[in-house]
C-alpha cells in the first residue's frame, strides 16, 4: 500500500500562488498514478488534475488549466500542484489521490488511496 501526506496548504489573497505537496509512502510512488481532488463545504469532491506514472499524460479540469501545474518526482516519492493566480472559487481541502498503474480517469472512485487534505483559502 501507499500513504499519502498533502501539505503546502494556506491562507492568500486573490491572485497569489501556492505549492502544494504529497508526500508518499510504502510501496513506490513510481507505480502509481497521482490525482489532486478538491472539495469545498457543502460541496461534492471533485477532480483538478492527474499525472501518470512517468509523467506522460497529464489532465486538469477546465477551471484550472492554465493556472494550475501538476508535476512529479518519483525518486522522491513526491507529487506537487503548483497553483498560480489563485481565485476565491479555488477555496476548499485539497486532496492527493492515488491509483495503481497508468490509469486515464477523473472519477473520485477510480482512486483507491487519498491523504488527509490540505485547507486552501483564498481571500477577495
Excluded: H
Aim: with cysteine; aromatic share 12%; hydrophobic share 35%.
Amino acid at each position: 500500500q501507499v500513504q499519502l501526506v498533502e501539505s503546502g496548504g494556506g491562507l492568500v489573497q486573490a491572485g497569489a500562488s501556492l505549492r502544494l505537496s504529497c508526500a508518499a509512502s510504502g510501496r513506490r510512488f513510481s507505480s502509481y498514478t497521482a490525482a489532486w481532488f478538491r472539495q469545498a463545504p457543502g460541496k461534492e469532491r471533485e477532480f483538478v488534475a492527474r499525472i501518470t506514472r512517468s509523467g506522460a499524460s497529464i489532465y486538469y479540469t477546465d477551471s484550472v488549466k492554465g493556472r494550475y501545474t501538476i508535476s512529479r518526482d518519483n525518486a522522491k516519492n513526491a507529487v506537487l500542484l503548483q497553483m498560480n493566480s489563485l481565485k476565491p472559487e479555488d477555496t476548499a481541502i485539497y486532496y492527493c489521490a492515488a491509483r495503481l498503474g497508468d490509469w486515464v480517469s477523473s472519477r473520485r472512485n477510480d482512486y483507491g488511496y487519498w491523504g488527509q487534505g490540505t485547507q486552501v483559502t483564498v481571500s477577495s
